[in-house]
């Protein structure tokens, strides 16, 4: 008896011994396996959080930025044609920094547009979209304790990518003068002084993003000549993120900092495809820039991602070869699609302030945002716990209205993010169909108030 008792106890002993062993183990591997402290603070994304609501509600979605609508033919069919084409290359590998034919076309239209000579195989670098360029440029140029300055509000992507990489964000905010009627984006203006406060022996670079998401603020010559003068000033890198380049609305024009004297040699400028041709889902972006400048990003490349799709890139070469060919006409797609936009943007512009918001009219980009505190009263924003005004608000209106917009202080630091509460980003490269449906689901909300 006893010794069946002193079996069935150590074994019982050993059984414990080992669950507690299995728990030291699992606590170990799970510590092992946490996300690394360079990571942390980075988890939360817009982005997944919103696609997740929309599937959710099913609202109408004027929240991401893509259009609804067929991107051009030439593009489509080019890439159509190329996977099957007689060259079964297009469809393999192909140079690592950049596919040459696309390389050559870029450099030829940058080369026209900056007046001066662009070496493609060195000045130009292929990307997964902008956002890629984003991240070999700023995992390219950042020593731990390096301070990069961002204006808010900011494409939420810059200040994760800085913070991983040991960077250290420094924040000036875009604030709205005061005005007695409409509100244009060039309303929305940096403080001067604030600006040079910021620049010092840290300061690696400051990431400028015109025309802006999502204000659509098209920074003006004074601005740029501001900027680039601090930057000479204090020996650092201007990072210029002109994705939307083409999408500027008459009258105003794109200025290009890199063409500013002296600006070139410190100026890293982004583009994208997704945006030029109206096709974000092919996500092929590139940096242009001096070649010492782009090593960096040649390094991030090559050990990351190495050579983008080949059949995507030989299509956008075809692409930007065609509007070079039509480059300064009204059919080029460069300046068509913001023909094409411009009554979507007053159209938005004219509904949300019939429902009682005040909007930004933007002077470039395809976001528009709008004031909606006037409309405090007609939502339930108890119903909501995030802690931003703006999170409750469009949560509200994307569950109980159907209209899905995007939280702005989602661009801002948390320090800042009081700044973008009052505000909500709307989408408008729409079909106008969708643009109509969202007018008549606000209005008739409106109407039932
Ligand atoms: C300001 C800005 N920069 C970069 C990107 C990323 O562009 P891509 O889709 O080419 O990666 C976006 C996309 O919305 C953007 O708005």
Same mark, same amino acid.
């Given at each position: ?108 239209? +940058? ?5 001066? !000579? &662009?070496?493609?195989?060195? %000045?130009?670098?292929? =990307? #997964? /979209? ?121 009258? +105003? ?5 890199? !063409? &500013?004297?002296?600006?070139? %040699?410190?100026?890293? =400028? #982004? /583009? ?178």
């Amino acid at each position: 008896m006893f010794t069946r008792i002193s079996v069935f106890a150590t074994s019982k002993i050993s059984n414990s011994l080992s669950t507690l062993r299995n728990i030291q183990n699992c606590s170990a591997v799970m510590s092992k396996f946490d996300l690394p402290d360079r990571l942390k603070n980075n988890e939360y994304s817009v982005w997944v959080e919103y696609i997740q609501l929309a599937l959710k509600y099913k609202p109408l979605n004027l929240g991401q930025g893509f259009p609804d609508f067929h991107a051009p033919e030439n593009v489509t069919k080019a890439l159509a044609s190329i996977t099957t084409s007689d060259n079964p290359l297009l469809n393999q590998y192909t140079r690592g920094f950049g596919h040459p034919r696309l390389v050559n076309v870029i450099g030829k239209l +940058y080369s026209k547009l900056l007046n001066r !000579t &662009l070496d493609p195989n060195n %000045e130009v670098l292929v =990307t #997964i /979209g902008a956002y890629e360029a984003l991240y070999a440029t700023l995992q390219g140029h950042t020593n731990t304790g390096d301070e990069w300055i961002i204006i808010e509000p900011f494409f939420d992507c810059y200040v994760p990518m800085v913070k991983s990489v040991g960077g250290v964000p420094r924040f000036i905010a875009l604030k709205p003068k005061s005005t007695n009627g409409s509100l244009s984006s060039a309303d929305w203006v940096f403080d001067k002084q604030e600006l040079e406060s910021l620049f010092n022996e840290k300061t690696k670079g400051i990431i400028v993003n015109t025309p802006h998401n999502p204000v659509g603020k098209v920074f003006t010559l004074d601005e740029l000549q501001f900027i680039a003068n601090l930057a000479k000033k204090w020996n650092t890198l201007v990072v210029s993120d002109e994705v939307y380049e083409w999408l500027v609305y008459e009258p +105003y024009k794109h200025i290009r900092i890199a !063409t &500013l004297p002296d600006m070139y %040699e410190r100026t890293i =400028t #982004i /583009g994208s495809a997704g945006k030029t041709f109206s096709v974000t889902g092919w996500k092929i972006g590139w940096a242009y820039g001096p070649e010492n400048l782009l090593y960096n990003l040649k390094i991030v490349h090559q050990n990351s991602v190495y050579t983008c799709n080949t059949p995507i890139q030989e299509a956008v070469a075809v692409g930007f070869e065609q509007e070079l060919e039509r480059f300064g006409q009204p059919d080029c797609y460069f300046v068509s699609l913001a023909k094409e936009l411009l009554p979507k943007r007053d159209y938005m512009a004219k509904f949300l302030s019939d429902v009682g918001m005040s909007p930004t009219i933007p002077e470039g980009g395809y976001f528009m945002i709008a004031n909606w505190s006037a409309l405090q009263n007609k939502v339930r924003l108890d119903e909501e716990t995030d802690e931003n005004r703006d999170y409750r608000f469009t949560k509200w209106m994307t569950k109980n209205v159907g209209v899905q917009g995007i939280p702005p202080s989602a661009f801002y630091s948390s320090e800042h993010k009081h700044l973008g509460e009052d505000n909500v980003r709307y989408c408008f490269i729409k079909k106008d169909e969708n643009l109509k449906k969202a007018a008549e689901i606000l209005m008739k909300w409106k109407s039932q108030q």
